[in-house]
């Protein structure tokens, strides 16, 4: 095993990943009386063609409102072209918002959207939300951050005279009910006012719901929620933490303008991560943790055929969604050896919980800490990878078929991301998926002769 340096380190940001308009694929899913538009250019459109596949065909919530050389010589009223727009979308889908997604055109130019979105939502009747998901200042699932960043302005503001007089009943259906006050014996609401955020598909997002409710914390809300209408209602005695290490933006932006109070937890990926998230969420709002150590430990001996894989594995993280530090501590957790954790963007103070159990992992299972670098240059990270000789890596498609065929085993990053990865039930599926570039190719140590400093090609 070779020694790395345990330090943070920030490259040339020349790395590949996706733009993060690519979040319209999960966010329209998710929010399903929404509609995405996204304005720029036809890149944009290409990409999205390329990226969303087969989705295009199925008349998705999503369009691109594609800006020509005259938009952008402002020779045609932005205006009168986003009002037709938006009308025709309310004609033929109805929805109850649309958001319109920024791009690096509309950066450049210095379109101003939110100015054009407030006056046009008052004409047109529908709320418009901006987010400005481009990629000069963000990375692929910082897409997200941005669109509930946007979100958290249209919340409810929750009136806490009125939920001191209403009870979470104990089958928490995530719904406030009023009682009388002889009625309310389990606990009152001022206590438990639990906001989660992140985007989880509905059937991942109610494992992160049901542990809370194991521990009889009730929550009490979800940003985003299924419908525009259900958005949580935030203000000062409200609780909130997120299930995914790339909203530091929207958790700024609920602490700062609306109040709430950030439960800053390591992310509920791995039973590692899903137990301390909770223990955390439990400390915080003064309850005792039931049967998580228990449960983990199950999960553990569950997950023993994959850890016989790949215990003693070297992996490198090119690094590309974030959610880098939380798979590579549940990695290290798997008894893998972790060379380098890339991350295009790292917020240590949300991270913060994170990154101490990444270091807490290290120690237990006596294995380095990862070198870590933000906004890392791929064209190094392959020189550092032909040094290191790791056993798999972390990549996006840009390097995967490269590296495959160098002989390097190679596990696409996209994946994590629409993959189910969190909560204590999903831990084995993504333990599936990096074990089977490992069990593809058996034993296949790279001969690394061909990785770097080529010759060129004679014909
Ligand atoms: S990164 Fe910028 S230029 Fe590229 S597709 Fe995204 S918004 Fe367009």
């Known amino acids: 095993m070779k020694t790395i340096d345990t330090a943070f380190e ?36 290409y990409f999205l063609q390329n990226a969303l596949g087969v989705t295009i065909f199925a008349e998705p919530r999503y369009a691109m409102a594609e800006l020509e050389e005259a938009d952008i010589s402002a020779q045609l009223n932005d205006r009168e072209e986003s009002k037709e727009i938006c009308i025709q979308i309310r004609r033929d889908r109805n929805p109850s918002v649309i958001i319109w997604i920024g791009t690096c055109t509309t950066e450049i130019i210095k379109m ?16 418009i939300i901006v987010a400005r998901a481009n990629g000069s200042d963000y ?10 960043a946007a979100m958290v302005h249209r919340c409810p503001v929750i009136d806490m005279a009125i939920s001191k007089n209403e009870v979470c009943m104990g089958d928490c259906d995530n719904s406030y009910k009023s009682k009388d006050q002889s009625q309310i014996k389990t606990y009152k609401l001022e206590t438990h006012n639990l906001v989660l955020f992140g985007s989880l598909p509905s059937n991942v997002a109610s494992q992160p719901n049901s542990e809370p409710k194991h521990q009889n914390i009730c929550v009490t809300g979800w940003l ?40 800053g937890a390591p992310f509920p990926i791995g039973p590692d991560g899903t137990r301390a998230w909770m223990e955390r969420i439990c400390d915080v709002l003064g309850m005792k943790p039931k049967g998580l150590k228990e449960k983990e430990e199950q999960i553990w001996k569950n997950l ?12 490198f993280s090119m690094g590309d969604n974030l959610l880098e530090i939380s798979l590579a501590r549940f990695s290290v957790r798997c008894g893998m ?6 991350i295009p963007y790292l917020d240590k103070r949300y991270q913060a919980a994170e990154l101490s159990l990444l270091k807490t992992t290290c120690e237990v299972m006596n294995i380095p800490m990862p070198r870590i670098v933000e906004k890392p240059d791929n064209y190094n990270q392959v020189q550092r990878m032909h040094e290191l000789e790791p056993d798999l890596a972390f990549t996006g498609m840009a390097h995967a078929n490269p590296l495959e065929a160098r002989g390097i085993d190679t596990k696409w990053s996209v994946e994590f991301t629409f993959a189910q990865i969190h909560g204590f ?11 089977r570039p490992l069990m593809r190719n058996p034993g296949s140590i790279p001969s690394w002769k061909n990785l770097s400093k080529q010759e060129p090609l004679h014909c």
Not at 112 to 127: F, N, Q, V
Not at 257 to 262: D, G
Not at 304 to 315: D, E, H, Q, R
Not at 337 to 342: P, R, T
Request: glycine residues 10%; proline residues 4%; neutral net charge.
């Open 425 to 435: 039930a999903n831990a084995a599926d993504v333990l599936e998926s990096v074990t």
């Open 337 to 342: 050896i972790v060379y380098e954790i890339g």
């Open 112 to 127: 101003d959207l939110e100015g054009m979105a407030s006056k046009l939502e008052r004409e047109i009747g529908i709320p």
């Open 10 to 45: 920030c490259e040339t940001g020349s790395y590949h990943t996706f733009c993060p308009i690519s979040c319209v694929a999960w966010l329209y899913q998710k929010i399903e009386d929404s509609f995405f538009l996204v304005i720029g250019t036809k890149t944009r459109g």
């Open 224 to 263: 985003p929620s299924h419908r525009y209408a259900e958005l949580p209602s935030l203000g000062e005695g409200i609780y909130v933490c997120g299930v995914n290490p790339f909203l530091s933006r929207t958790a700024t932006i609920l602490m700062r303008r609306r109040k709430c109070r950030l439960i």
């Open 139 to 148: 990375a692929f699932t910082q897409g997200e951050d941005t669109a509930l």
């Open 304 to 315: 023993s055929k994959y850890i016989k894989i790949i215990g003693g594995k070297s992996v």
